[in-house]
């Protein structure tokens, strides 16, 4: 398997409060994680960094190396990042009410554990076709859901940077974890929404489908991205060439 990933501060922002890596555990499996920080002075880029480096730093300690034994760790580790980001928010004044979102993907030969909590997403690339595997943990999607308005009306919503749950926040923070199988040829990409909020799913689908390499097809989403005006961070994360092993 390969990966790649990229990360660009937009046209409009004066930080890059977004947080990016992967890492690798005893047992030599991986774990790709995105943050997209939020509130305080600097305190966004203190949360995404915070959750993105301790995770992986736990993870890297692990033998674990199959899927139920990563739902279980994530499950314990997300929980008690979130707690260490309340702690940290409450010691230092300009933290205050610091949080950030997070999409995680451990991943394995035949399967991948996706766990999230706000608006940076998943996708699937399978057969020329896009699938987000995510929901937005957002205002403009609960209104989506509700059926009060569409989903082209919440990409322009005057709300629609507007996140419901996060890390570091409350502390209760429910985070979605689901796991789902992979092929041969798949794709994942991991992003924030200062790719989804400027690039549609469409031009998404066509980056993906090239023949390019997976660092050039991120780099091609940022270009896209900054384009389109970059209002935000703006991160994105691409692993290729899983393929199944045949039992012997």
Same mark, same amino acid.
């Given at each position: ?35 997209? #920080? ?16 301790? &995770?992986?730093?736990? !993870? =890297? +300690? ?40 997070? /999409?995680?993907?451990?991943? !394995? ?5 996706? @766990? ?18 995510? =929901?937005?943990?957002?205002? /403009?999607? +609960?209104?989506?859901? %509700?059926? +009060? ?18 890390? #570091? ?5 429910? !985070? *979605? ?10 794709? &994942?990409?991991? $992003?924030? *929404? ?11 689908? +066509?980056?993906?489908?090239? *023949? ?5 097809? $991120? ?10 005006? #970059? ?12 393929? %199944?092993?045949? @039992?012997?």
């Amino acid at each position: 398997m390969k990966v790649a990933y990229r990360t660009s501060i937009g046209k409009q922002r004066n930080d890059n409060e977004d947080y990016v890596d992967v890492f690798t555990n005893q047992a030599g499996q991986h774990l790709a994680i995105i943050a997209d #920080g939020i509130g305080g002075h600097q305190g966004g880029d203190v949360a995404s960094a915070m959750a993105v480096s301790h &995770l992986g730093h736990e !993870f =890297e +300690e692990t033998d674990l190396k199959t899927p139920s034994a990563a739902r279980q760790w994530i499950t314990t580790q997300i929980t008690a990042e979130n707690q260490s980001i309340i702690d940290k928010s409450n010691q230092f004044a300009d933290l205050n009410g610091m949080g950030t979102t997070l /999409v995680a993907a451990l991943y !394995f030969t035949e399967e991948v554990v996706i @766990a999230n909590i706000g608006d940076s997403r998943a996708y699937l690339y399978r057969d020329q076709q896009l699938r987000q595997l995510t =929901e937005d943990h957002s205002l /403009v999607n +609960e209104l989506v859901k %509700r059926g +009060e308005i569409s989903r082209q009306a919440a990409r322009h919503h005057p709300q629609k940077n507007v996140i419901i749950r996060s890390l #570091g926040i409350s502390n209760d923070a429910r !985070f *979605d974890l689901n796991t789902y199988p992979l092929v041969t040829n798949d794709q &994942l990409l991991l $992003c924030t *929404d200062g790719l989804t909020n400027m690039v549609d799913d469409h031009q998404i689908q +066509e980056v993906l489908a090239s *023949d390019q390499t997976a660092q050039a097809k $991120c780099d091609l989403l940022i270009n896209l991205a900054n384009a389109a005006g #970059g209002l935000d961070n703006i991160t994105v994360l691409i692993i290729t060439n899983f393929s %199944r092993e045949v @039992a012997e």
